[in-house]
Structures are given as structure tokens and as C-alpha cells.
């Protein structure tokens, strides 16, 4: 019954590998997001969708890619992986992008570059 | 530019007793929402309680309140009756009018004695 899922839970893999992360929420909601928790926990918005449409792009690098294919899923891949992206990612999903509405995250996934 | 911040990096508290984990926060929208999360050890994000800008009454979820002061901006959270699963990291977060991604603080490690 898990409201908003992630996977994997860990992903260990070298550098200038690429990866996947898949999300999936069962909320019905229209947005959806990814953040990026790092070493010192502070987290930062990467990406959000809305209804299948990107609305918030930050400044992160090309070598990462979203993909919505359906409202429910948001994939978020990476190329040429560094050893600056270990950091733990999370997929989160609101209902819309009000201010009222509120952010559901999933478990977040550990991502280890060596 | 909208900014939160956690002047407390670490506090204690003694199981039973209520505490107070601090938030101020700025932006020049009108409109916005506050939210409190709670990250255990075991890594997820839970969503605690929500404070609109135009919400007169405190929020209260439980063992939670949220002190808004809309003029000082600050959204201190108190946990009533504190439990040893309380122990866990804090974080405020504010969501804006424009744009929908959470800015998060720094973050407050709680730690409950027994």
C-alpha cells in the first residue's frame, strides 16, 4: 500500500556508469518531484512534473535526465556518473504545485559512486 | 530570494518533557505554506504538519503544534510529551507561490533521553 515507491533502495556502481531510478506514486496526484539529500542532509529540489509536463528545471547537469511517462512515474536517469553524485534521492508527489499542497516523499534511494 | 533556517543543528530533550525546534523563514510572496518533516535514522521523510500564510489559528496533528508568528516569520515546532521515537532529524520547509518546489532548513538532530 505504499503511497509513493522507489527503486532501487541502493545502488553502489562505478564511476562513468549509467543508472536508473524509478518512482511511482499511487496517490492520484499531478506532481511530482526529485530531490537530492547530500552528505550534510541538506536537500534541494532537482526536478519536478506536473501532469506529465516539466515545470521546475534547477540548475543541475545535463547528465541528468527525467522521464514521466504517465503521471504516476517519474524516472530520473544518469549518465557518466561521478563521485560527487552519491547522495540519497528522493521522489516526492503533491497533489498540485500550490503552496497548500503538500510534499509526500518515498524512502529515497542511496546512490554510492566509486 | 525565499530562505528557511534551523539555528539549532543538535538538542536534547528528557522523554516526557515538550520541545521546541526553532524556524524562521523569508519571502517576499504573500501567499505560502510551512511544513515540518521528520527524518528517522531509517532514512524516509515524514510529513508532520502544515502552516498556510493565511491560516489565523496554529496548526495542531497530535503531539504537534506549530507556533506561527507571521510577523517575526518564524514557525517553531513543538513536540508535547516527548518519546524516545521522536529522536530523529527535524526539518522546516516553506513552499511559495510561485514555482511549487519545497526550500528546506538546515535541519535539527533531536535526541530523546530516557
Known amino acids: 500500500d505504499t503511497a509513493v515507491s522507489q527503486t532501487p533502495k541502493y545502488l553502489v556502481t562505478q564511476m562513468g556508469n549509467d543508472k536508473s531510478i524509478k518512482c511511482e506514486q499511487n496517490l492520484g496526484h499531478d506532481t511530482m518531484y526529485w530531490y537530492k539529500q547530500d552528505s550534510k542532509k541538506f536537500l534541494k529540489i532537482m526536478f519536478s512534473y506536473n501532469n506529465k509536463e516539466l515545470i521546475i528545471n534547477e540548475t543541475v547537469p545535463n547528465r541528468f535526465s527525467p522521464k514521466s511517462p504517465d503521471k504516476a512515474h517519474l524516472n530520473l536517469h544518469i549518465n557518466s556518473l561521478e563521485l560527487g553524485d552519491s547522495a540519497v534521492y528522493f521522489c516526492?508527489?503533491?497533489?498540485?504545485?500550490?503552496?497548500?499542497?503538500?510534499?509526500?516523499f518515498g524512502p529515497g534511494t542511496r546512490l554510492t559512486v566509486l | 530570494a525565499q530562505k528557511i533556517t534551523q539555528t539549532q543543528p543538535g538538542m536534547f530533550v528528557q522523554e516526557k518533557e515538550a520541545v521546541t525546534l526553532d524556524c524562521t523563514y523569508d519571502?517576499?510572496?504573500?501567499?505560502?505554506?510551512l511544513f515540518w518533516y521528520k527524518q528517522p535514522s531509517s532514512g524516509e521523510m515524514i510529513f508532520l504538519i502544515y502552516?498556510?500564510?493565511?491560516?489565523?489559528q496554529n496548526a495542531t496533528e497530535g503531539r504537534y503544534s506549530l507556533n506561527f508568528q507571521k510577523a517575526r516569520k518564524s514557525a517553531n515546532l513543538v513536540i508535547s510529551a516527548s518519546q524516545l521515537g521522536d529522536s530523529a532529524m527535524y526539518f522546516c520547509?516553506?513552499?511559495?507561490?510561485?514555482?511549487?518546489?519545497?526550500?528546506f532548513g538546515q535541519g535539527t538532530e533531536l535526541s530523546v533521553k530516557p
Open positions: 520547509a516553506m513552499r511559495g507561490s510561485q514555482g511549487g518546489k519545497l526550500i
Open positions: 502552516q498556510g500564510s493565511y491560516d489565523e
Open positions: 519571502t517576499s510572496d504573500q501567499s505560502y505554506g
Open positions: 516526492a508527489s503533491s497533489q498540485g504545485h500550490r503552496s497548500t499542497d503538500t510534499q509526500y
